[in-house]
């Protein structure tokens, strides 16, 4: 093979891999931004990928290649109710909100298989999707070599991630929502006392973050494995919440995080290929987001400080 | 009389248990959903339990590892440190424990309390990196110990490939028997249930729990910690050391646990495709325990039980056993909120104000 269709195909499969993080980072930063600590994010992933796997398999056979769509907006909406409580035990009554997180996660993967299993006779998987997305070739680009199969050649929910980063960006930083959701995660008093409800914004984050977290998920049933299983997510949520701190709690740093942590995924494939799991033990990839988040916080590489709020109670009667 | 009414009536009683009748109810609603019989459902899993001496062994044996889980939290929790990393360092003390017990060949009194010894270590030092980290580098325990979970995993599974492999199999060698830990006479008592010494160990460490945090001066200092460090700084107590110890203790029963699953009930290890989730489990015990030892045990009875037994109510109700986590989930859920919990039992509390 020549280098340049490796490269090429590499890629391609890191924007395949990152695709999922980038939904669920995105989805973290609104809520971390907001002030809620969202360690809920596997949880909602779940929820995504298994209602997405859902409505896309009731749409499929009325609604033909229009159902991952179907599937993708169902998501959108589960995984924004899946967040309610996380924000109504952290928010409304003052739960700790890590507790409430690891709840969440415990919930999201027992229920979604429970009902996958009522739902499908017994099966621990959702069958097939007979419609899943299928990759758009954008015309006159996906033909320039090389680099048109890495990048024209992609899943439409990729560029739909990357849109959502630019616009993420835009609202956090160029409008007065962004203002006030960065406002109320770093001191909620401030915010407070000019006449911003730090409830309502801490509820509408938290719910947004439920919502692109559980269209990440979707987007691994409905692009890479096309079912959903116990195991469709398995941790990528938990990358995802590294790519955001690794990304330092913004839209672009977390989209860069989640594609390098994606090249670690899409490298894992090539050494497969070219056998070199001998000298790079595919642990060491898999380890790898971690390892270098950890860096990250202790201070190694660069330095990464939250949201002076993160995981604080507002409480309006307190000072 | 009005001291068992006080007890029975305490917040601290009363928040956990009726979480609990909670959580059973929020499983109760997913089954008449899905259209089961909860009731029956309920009924096959205490059968399961305690239907026959065979699975009263194995529910000991499901409750076991639930007590070093939910104490390492605990311990953390105690001085103000959330120990998520129970999961980990659980792993960690795993793979130490088979490590050793492969590798030596040595007399059984010597091997089997290495390998024990080995994975508390073990286990011990995968926490005290979080503990470290937040000590030196003023890094959240939270985030760093959900990271070591997950380098644990790989890092175990990485292990038991380059080095323990069985040939053609996705499992390390056995261990030497020289290093298990089984109960054989006791074993046999409950039909061949895979019971071992680590059960007892469990309660010995729950013992060892209360005795350092309650009677010893350094056990005050990690609870002063956890109170106010501040506090505890201003009076001349070294918080960051208190952190990493901390860590470094609760890290050691997880550990410990981990040893006691390969040494007395596996006797190899497998290559995990997921977490094998005691220590989040252990989260939840040590929750609805209150973070006090005999707390622990009796939380890590009831999810040992219901984890167990739902085997019982796919049996007996046909309801997939992954309802229990919809269960031990919304538990944990309402402990966490038990604002929503005072809402349901206000009028129990009113009532002993009342009767003062």
Same mark, same amino acid.
């Given at each position: ?319 | ?16 248990? +009726?979480? *609990?009748?909670?959580? =059973?109810?929020?499983? &109760?609603? !997913?089954?008449?959903? #899905?259209?089961?019989?909860? %009731? ?67 007399? +059984?009194? *010597?091997?089997?309390? =290495?390998?024990?010894? &080995?994975? !508390?270590?073990?286990? #011990?030092?995968?926490?005290? %990196? ?73 309660? =010995? ?88 030892? =005999? ?62």
């Amino acid at each position: 093979m020549d280098w340049g269709v490796i490269i090429g195909n590499l890629i391609h499969d890191t924007i395949v891999f990152s695709t999922a993080l980038i939904f669920a980072a995105l989805g973290g930063m609104y809520s971390e931004r907001s002030g809620v600590v969202n360690i809920a994010l596997e949880g909602m992933m779940v929820i995504g990928a298994f209602t997405g796997a859902v409505f896309t398999f009731f749409a499929q056979d009325s609604f033909g290649s229009l159902a991952p769509w179907i599937g993708l907006v169902g998501a959108c909406i589960a995984g924004a109710l899946f967040a309610t409580p996380h924000a109504v035990a952290s928010i409304t009554f003052k739960a700790d909100q890590v507790v409430s997180g690891v709840a969440l996660n415990f919930l999201a993967t027992g229920l979604s298989v429970y009902l996958t299993k009522i739902i499908f006779n017994g099966a621990g998987q959702t069958t097939t999707l007979q419609q899943v997305f299928s990759k758009w070739h954008i015309p006159v680009l996906s033909d320039i070599p090389i680099l048109g199969h890495a990048i024209f050649e992609g899943y439409p929910t990729s560029y739909i991630a990357f849109a959502l980063v630019a616009l993420s960006w835009y609202l956090l930083f160029k409008t007065s929502f962004g203002l006030r959701l960065r406002a109320v995660g770093e001191h909620p008093r401030a915010a407070d006392t000019v006449g911003i409800n730090v409830k309502r914004m801490r509820y509408t984050a938290v719910m947004i973050s439920g919502a692109l977290a559980a269209m990440g998920g979707a987007t691994i049933a409905l692009t890479t494995t096309s079912n959903f299983s116990h195991n469709t997510v398995s941790g990528q949520g938990f990358i995802a919440l590294a790519a955001l701190i690794f990304g330092k709690w913004h839209p672009a740093g977390a989209m860069g995080a989640a594609l390098f942590f994606g090249v670690a995924q899409a490298i894992k494939s090539l050494v497969q290929i070219f056998g070199l799991t001998k000298y790079v033990p595919t642990e060491v990839i898999f380890m790898l987001p971690y390892i270098l988040t950890i860096l990250v916080l202790a201070g190694v590489v660069g330095r990464s400080s939250a949201p002076a709020a993160l995981g604080k109670v507002y409480d309006t009667g307190s000072r | 009389m009005n001291r068992v009414i006080a007890i029975f009536t305490k917040e601290s009683f009363l928040v956990p248990v +009726a979480a *609990i009748i909670l959580g =059973l109810l929020t499983g &109760a609603v !997913a089954m008449l959903a #899905g259209g089961f019989n909860p %009731i029956q459902a309920y009924a096959s899993l205490v059968e399961k339990v305690f239907g026959s001496s065979y699975n009263f062994g194995e529910t000991i044996r499901q409750i076991t590892p639930l007590i070093f889980t939910g104490l390492s939290v605990a311990f953390a929790f105690r001085t103000g440190l959330f120990n998520i990393g129970a999961e980990g360092q659980f792993i960690i003390g795993m793979i130490a424990s088979t490590a050793v017990g492969i590798s030596f060949d040595l007399p +059984a009194y *010597i091997h089997a309390p =290495l390998a024990v010894i &080995a994975g !508390a270590l073990a286990g #011990g030092l995968w926490g005290a %990196i979080a503990g470290w980290l937040k000590a030196a580098r003023g890094v959240n325990e939270v985030i760093t110990t959900i990271m070591l979970n997950w380098i644990a995993l790989y890092f175990a599974n990485y292990v038991v490939k380059a080095f323990y492999l069985q040939e053609g199999q996705q499992r390390s060698e056995m261990i030497k028997d020289s290093a298990s830990i089984s109960f054989a006479w006791l074993s046999q008592m409950f039909d061949s249930a895979r019971l071992h010494w680590g059960t007892l160990l469990a309660i =010995l460490a729950a013992v060892f729990f209360y005795i350092l945090l309650w009677k010893t001066k350094s056990g005050f200092e990690l609870r002063a910690v956890g109170l106010n460090p501040h506090a505890s700084e201003y009076a001349g107590m070294n918080v960051n050391r208190n952190v990493v110890n901390a860590m470094f203790v609760g890290g050691m029963f997880a550990g410990i646990g981990g040893a006691c699953e390969i040494l007395g009930v596996f006797h190899y290890q497998s290559i995990m495709a997921a977490q094998p989730g005691y220590g989040f489990d252990g989260i939840a015990v040590a929750l609805i325990g209150g973070n006090t030892p =005999l707390g622990v045990i009796l939380g890590a009875i009831l999810f040992g039980m219901l984890t167990f037994g739902a085997a019982g109510m796919k049996f007996g109700a046909g309801v997939p056993v992954e309802l229990i986590r919809v269960v031990i989930s919304s538990v944990i859920f309402f402990v966490a909120a038990h604002g929503i919990v005072k809402f349901f039992i206000k009028p129990l509390l009113q009532k002993k104000e009342g009767g003062n």
